[in-house]
């Protein structure tokens, strides 16, 4: 099993990135899928999650509002969509996939215990 973070980049405050957590080995019937970010000196943050049985997502109170988190079976990708993002959305971002769906009596991104992670994509905002 895998997991690969793509469409991480450079942009200016109030701008706009899709991430892609493409999996393989796994079919997203029956998981969660979190992204997770890092920046320097900083601890893990939870971004946001979705149930991949129900569509059920949860948000981190930094995207809340202008974040879209999706997925697409054909390509067996899970995506972030992050709008007018700001500086200190800055971070390595990663996914992150435990089998079955966790996330329905919680209000937030849970830290579960994951079984599968990727190595991340950075997202840097200038202003």
């Known amino acids: 099993v895998q997991l690969v973070e793509s469409g991480g980049g450079s942009v200016q405050s109030g701008g706009s990135l899709r991430l892609s957590c493409t999996t393989s080995?796994?079919?997203?019937?029956?998981?969660?899928v979190s992204w997770f970010r890092q920046a320097p000196g900083k601890g893990r943050e939870g971004v946001a999650c979705?149930?991949?049985?129900?569509?059920?997502?949860r948000y981190g109170d930094s995207v809340k509002g202008r974040s879209t988190v999706t997925k697409d079976d054909a390509k067996n990708k899970v995506y972030l969509k992050m709008n007018s993002l700001k500086t200190e959305n800055t971070a390595n971002y990663y996914c992150?996939?435990?089998?079955?769906?966790?996330?329905?009596?919680?209000?937030?991104?849970?830290?579960?215990?994951?079984?599968?992670w990727g190595q991340g994509t950075q997202v840097t905002v200038s202003s």
């Open positions: 979705l149930q991949t049985n129900d569509m059920v997502t």
């Open positions: 080995g796994i079919v997203l019937d029956d998981w969660t």
């Open positions: 992150a996939a435990v089998r079955g769906g966790r996330i329905s009596a919680v209000v937030s991104v849970p830290a579960l215990p994951y079984d599968y």
